[in-house]
T-cell receptor, first 111, second 112 residues
Framework: ELKVEQNPLFLSMQEGKNYTIYCNYS?????LYWYRQDPGKSLESLFV?????AVKQEGRLMASLDTKARLSTLHITAAVHDLSATYFCAGGPGANSKLTFGKGITLSVRP | DGGITQSPKYLFRKEGQNVTLSCEQNLNHDAMYWYRQDPGQGLRLIYY???????QKGDIAEGYSVSREKKESFPLTVTSAQKNPTAFYLCASSINRGTEAFFGQGTRLTVV
């Protein structure tokens, strides 16, 4: 069964600095998703990564997938307060499998 | 606008009551899901459905029931057998199982 681990679970970031957060998974996953959740709100889809080496960028966020290392990273460039939220990754071992979510990483950007 | 609508946004349940959470989508998605989220926790899958009139238990199905009589609708009933139902419930749908899931706005259920 696929297990998804995110670390760290909480990250305090300083405005203007760069950070990277990680999503590891235990078995083969041919797809990896990143979601954002603001406090008390639902999940918003950020990135869909469907192949080894896939890289997607949106604003200050860049996500990548290394299926051989079973690792996805989310890189934050020049953190700003608006990026404060909880970020979840989710994977699925096959085309017709259920998604398994990590526990989420809560990012807090301080001045 | 296409999307997923959950209602109500807030729901209060008395001890021993069954309550039903509504989830409707107009995205023409085949797969629909119910997740539970407890404070500071990730998402846990309650039930999912890949097609009308078919659904499967997820990781924490005990005390819950669902139906899928129409493609657009996937209501979740929290029964009195669920001893700790206070949580944030999220409904999602996807084109088919395993593809990108889109979420509703959630229902916050509180036992009073």
């Amino acid at each position: 069964e696929l297990k998804v681990e995110q670390n760290p679970l909480f990250l305090s970031m300083q405005e203007g600095k760069n950070y990277t957060i990680y999503c590891n998974y235990s078995t083969t996953s041919d797809r990896l998703y990143w979601y954002r959740q603001d406090p008390g709100k639902s999940l918003e889809s950020l990135f869909v990564l469907l192949s080894n080496g896939a890289v997607k960028q949106e604003g200050r966020l860049m996500a990548s997938l290394d299926t051989k290392a079973r690792l996805s990273t989310l890189h934050i460039t020049a953190a700003v307060h608006d990026l404060s939220a909880t970020y979840f990754c989710a994977g699925g071992p096959g085309a017709n499998s259920k998604l398994t979510f990590g526990k989420g990483i809560t990012l807090s950007v301080r001045p | 606008d296409g999307g997923i609508t959950q209602s109500p946004k807030y729901l209060f349940r008395k001890e021993g009551q069954n309550v039903t959470l509504s989830c409707e989508q107009n995205l023409n998605h085949d797969a629909m899901y119910w997740y539970r989220q407890d404070p500071g926790q990730g998402l846990r899958l309650i039930y999912y459905s890949q097609i009308v009139n078919d659904f499967q238990k997820g990781d924490i199905a005990e005390g819950y029931s669902v139906s899928r009589e129409k493609k657009e609708s996937f209501p979740l009933t929290v029964t009195s057998a669920q001893k700790n139902p206070t949580a944030f419930y999220l409904c999602a749908s996807s084109i088919n199982r395993g593809t990108e899931a889109f979420f509703g706005q959630g229902t916050r259920l509180t036992v009073v």
